[in-house]
């Protein structure tokens, strides 16, 4: 706006820290820490699935899988259901004397329908369980953490966090071996 | 130790992991070395030539169906007793092709073979572009693809339902539920991978595109729990899938009554030669583009020579189910079944029937010795006698058995026209174009999953030390909170 009108820009607000790491051992060693000092609004972000970060995190086995599991029982079912009711009750139709209704030949699409429908339900599960799409977020706003996606890790402490104290939990993310800690903003 | 240029790491030495990644190994250097092949403003000049080719043939392929569908099936060579030619043999052939990527990317995957990261990406992106093209040829075979909808079972004006007793209405359902499945397969694999590229972007176009794509994947740990969950989930999905649609694939022959057809062998027989067929494709394209954007340290000798290895097993598989069709025929004591394999080796095809035994069980036995498994020319070469013999052995199988079958007044010679020689050149035209695209703008190997199988993915706990050698000082600073279950295992 350049009609000379004054416009009140909020300072920026601090959304939590961001603390670098370069090692893969430092950064779990410093996830396991984070969460015996108490904070439990931080996150751990990292371009490699790390080993033994969830029960560094301790975090709890997902349920996608009992979820799955009720897809593919749906997909099943319906598979089931479509055959016999399309070509034995609703249009029942003779051909080559086979049974209008049997087992067997009803295995592939049962088993295609089960398939089908357990994958769709994991990625779906999936998505919506991490809440994306989610194109933006207070991180993206680090330009550092660009290079979480590349090599290095960042252990994220969230101003939201009981424990969270600007400059007690920046010494602390300090004291873990963080190569820097950075301020993450949203305006 | 001394290290050479290029490493050869496919010696197996007892009580240590060979190396999956030469050279540096850092994962900066990974995400650097498969990144910047996306990111040149200017894709390299072979890349230009081979790409302009491809599309003039993809258009080939779309003039020759505006052909066939105004003019109709008749400018196809087929004819009854041969009602099935080139159409249905480029079906089974590319659906084949697709079948190495999921072998791949899920069932290696669930054996842990970690060697799979490096080629994982770029055979699944073959499986799905191969898919593609097999998907147009039972579309276009009836010459009226207008009514393709038919097949899917929706409450309709005509109030009819398909016949599900049919197998070609299983074909149905296998191959879209496989195009789905190794669709989001290959997606979500590339998720992490896809935000690697819009951090790295440089233009505002490559970062909203990238960052569209990537749906706002950020690395978060609770993400990449419920990640490697489903992607564990969908690779165990797929590993009964990759086997299924192959084996629906041969139902279409093998429910039917005709000699050459009626095998109960077919389904593990065409799962068998998918896998061997796709291998070879994922060779043929593997070994130039390797060359190319100079991937040698990423994909490997060790990588080469495990997939020959694949290739002369499935190959011998393969030729195993050669020499069984023939003893069934004899041992059948069925006059129809020993003349059909007579008619194979001795008839008027018989010389799609050798090129098909030359290429796919001659050829392949140079694998044993390991200078063809480990020496790129003579594997492409052997790859591309492989491509040969398995579309022939389509050719052989469909072809054959239809122009004799029980009465000799019925029987036929099939030839085909230009059209459908021209149909199956677009077709790789499809197929090409479609890679090299892939190739340009998505990232053909998968970097967050080669990243976790190097040495830097858990240098201080040796059981999650990943593959190969580190020859720089592990620092054991978090040995107390890690456990340090790691120092004795260097």
């Not at chain 1, 996150?43 to 897809?71: N, Q, T, Y």
């Not at chain 2, 097999?134 to 009514?147: L, N």
């Not at chain 2, 796709?278 to 340290?297: D, N, Q, S, W, Y």
């Not at chain 2, 706990?461 to 909170?481: F, L, V």
């Amino acid at each position: 706006m350049s009609n000379g009108e004054l416009r009140v820009v909020s300072p920026p607000e601090l959304w939590g820290l961001a603390a670098e790491f370069s090692t893969v051992d430092a950064f779990l060693a410093a996830v396991a820490a984070c969460r015996k000092a108490g904070y439990v609004r931080f996150d751990a972000h990292a371009p490699i699935p790390v080993h033994g970060l969830d029960e560094a995190m301790d975090i709890r086995p997902s349920r996608l899988p009992k979820l799955v599991f009720l897809g593919g029982l749906a997909g099943c079912a319906l598979g089931l259901l479509l055959q016999w009711w399309t070509n034995a009750v609703d249009y029942p139709f003779r051909i080559s004397g086979k049974p209008l209704f049997a087992l067997p030949p009803a295995i592939p699409v049962v088993f295609e329908l089960t398939v089908l429908f357990s994958a769709l339900t994991a990625v779906l599960g999936l998505l919506v369980a991490n809440r994306q799409p989610e194109l933006y977020h207070p991180l993206f706003e680090l330009p550092a953490f660009a290079r979480g996606s590349d090599d290095r890790f960042f252990v994220v402490v969230e101003a939201k966090d009981p424990r969270f104290d600007r400059h007690g939990t920046e010494e602390f993310l300090k004291s873990l071996g963080a190569e820097s800690v950075f301020p993450v903003e949203v305006r | 130790m001394s290290q050479p240029a290029i490493w050869d790491n496919s010696h197996d030495q007892p009580g240590h992991r060979a190396p999956l990644v030469l050279g540096d190994d850092s994962f900066g250097a990974i995400t650097q070395r498969v990144a910047t092949i996306v990111e040149k403003p200017k894709p390299p000049r072979w890349w230009t030539v081979t790409f302009s080719i491809s599309l003039a043939f993809t258009v080939v392929l779309l003039a020759m169906l505006a052909y066939l569908f105004t003019v109709g099936v008749g400018v196809w060579g087929l004819n009854v007793p041969v009602a099935w030619g080139f159409d249905i043999t480029n079906f089974v052939f590319w659906v084949g092709i697709g079948h190495a990527g999921t072998l791949i990317s899920a069932i290696l995957f669930l054996f842990r073979q970690k060697w799979r990261t490096s080629i994982n990406r770029f055979a699944e992106g073959m499986t799905i572009f191969a898919v593609i093209c097999a998907g147009i040829f039972p579309a276009i075979h009836t010459g009226r693809p207008w009514f393709d909808y038919w097949l899917f079972p929706y409450p309709n004006q005509m109030q009819m339902w398909p016949n599900f007793r049919s197998p070609l209405m299983w074909d149905v359902f296998a191959v879209s539920t496989y195009f789905t499945v190794s669709l989001m397969f290959w997606y979500v694999g590339m998720l992490p991978d896809l935000a690697t590229l819009r951090d790295r972007a440089q233009t505002k176009l490559r970062q909203l595109v990238y960052g569209i794509l990537a749906l706002g994947w950020r690395g978060s740990a609770r993400h990449w729990h419920r990640y490697e969950r489903v992607y564990l989930l969908l690779a165990a999905l797929a590993t009964p899938l990759v086997l299924s649609v192959h084996s629906v694939v041969s139902f279409d022959f093998a429910v039917s009554q005709l000699p050459g057809w009626h095998a109960t062998i077919f389904p593990p027989y065409f799962v068998a030669g998918a896998i061997f067929s796709g291998f070879a494709m994922v060779l043929t394209l593997l070994i130039p583009i390797r060359k190319a954007f100079h991937l040698e340290e990423l994909v490997t000798t060790r990588h080469l020579d495990n997939m020959a290895k694949i290739l002369l097993a499935t190959g011998l598989m393969v030729g195993y189910a050669y020499g069984i069709e023939f003893f069934t025929a004899w041992y059948s004591g069925n006059h129809f079944e020993a003349f059909t394999f007579y008619n194979r080796a001795l008839g008027p095809y018989s010389w799609a029937y050798w090129i098909m035994v030359f290429c796919n069980v001659v050829v392949p036995q140079m694998f044993w010795f390991k200078k063809a498994r480990t020496t790129p020319w003579i594997l492409l070469v052997g790859s591309l006698f492989v491509n040969v013999g398995m579309w022939f052995e389509r050719f052989v199988i469909v072809v054959t058995s239809l122009s004799r079958d029980f009465l000799p007044g019925n029987w036929g010679i099939y030839k085909p026209t230009w059209v459908e020689l021209l149909t199956l050149a677009g077709s790789f035209g499809l197929f090409l174009t479609l890679f090299l695209l892939f190739l340009r703008f998505l990232p053909m190997v998968a970097m967050a999953e080669v990243k976790s199988v190097v040495p830097q993915a858990g240098l201080e706990r040796g059981p999650h030390r990943g593959h190969g050698q580190y020859w720089g000082e592990i620092p054991h600073q978090h040995e107390e909170i890690l456990g340090g279950e790691g120092r004795e295992q260097r």
